[in-house]
């Protein structure tokens, strides 16, 4: 049974740069996209950003400016890195396991496994 | 940017009566939808992938339909652990994967 477990700096001011790690255990590394999705409070679900085992990333338009995301094949561990953030970032933070399928090299995944989550308030 | 859009936003259901959740996409998706369940306080959790396919452990009386634009869950008998928001997820086309806004389902 594959485990996240996640952990990052919890309040930020504007400007600063958001930084989160999750960890992977009990389960393989390879052939699944990592993923961040993050939900402010009260609010939905907004997708962030993507990694797989090689390095490729992508992430979303609303945020591309904003966000790196790495990976530590090693450790089993991948990492998301926030630019310039604002109130508006404040949200809950949750690392995910992105697993489906390829067709015609393209990705189709649904989350399955979960980090607990980070809250990341920003504030001055 | 494919706009997933839940009804109702919240939805009140007796102990042991059906609920009934939409979800609509603003294009065609084919099956590449999933259903995800949040309590309170908790990390969402994955009920359904593939618009039909019940992820591991969960009840049979959670089940997804629909294929292109159009999306249900339904909860057969409804519980009272079953409270919960519920989210709907595309990933045919992206990114980004996108999610609805939720259906809040009260007993």
């Known amino acids: 049974q594959v485990q996240l477990q996640q952990w990052g700096a919890g309040l930020l001011k504007p400007s600063e740069t958001l930084s989160i790690t999750c960890a992977v255990y009990e389960g393989s590394f390879s052939g699944y996209q990592w993923s961040w999705i993050r939900q402010p409070p009260g609010k939905g679900l907004e997708w962030i950003g993507e990694i797989n085992q090689s390095g490729s990333t992508n992430s979303n338009p609303s945020l591309q400016s904003r966000v790196t995301i790495q990976v530590d094949r090693s450790k089993n561990q991948f990492s998301l890195h926030l630019r310039s953030v604002t109130a508006a970032d404040t949200a809950v933070y949750y690392c995910?396991?992105?697993?489906?399928?390829?067709?015609?090299?393209?990705?189709?995944?649904?989350?399955?496994?979960w980090g607990q989550g980070t809250l990341v308030t920003v504030s001055s | 940017e494919v706009v997933m859009a839940q009804s109702p936003a919240t939805l009140s259901v007796s102990p042991g009566e059906r609920a009934t959740l939409s979800c609509r996409a603003s294009?065609?998706?084919?099956?590449?939808l999933a259903w995800y369940q949040q309590k309170p306080g908790q990390v969402p959790r994955l009920l359904i992938y593939g618009a039909s396919f019940r992820a591991t452990g969960v009840p049979d009386r959670f089940t997804g339909s629909g294929s292109g634009t159009d999306f249900t869950l339904t909860i057969s008998s409804l519980q009272s652990e079953d409270i919960a928001v519920y989210y709907c997820?595309?990933?045919?086309?992206?990114?980004?994967?996108?999610f609805g806004q939720g259906t809040k389902l009260d007993i």
């Open positions: 995910a396991r992105g697993r489906g399928n390829i067709k015609r090299g393209k990705y189709y995944v649904w989350f399955d496994s």
């Open positions: 997820q595309q990933y045919d086309n992206r990114p980004p994967y996108t």
């Open positions: 294009q065609n998706i084919n099956i590449n």
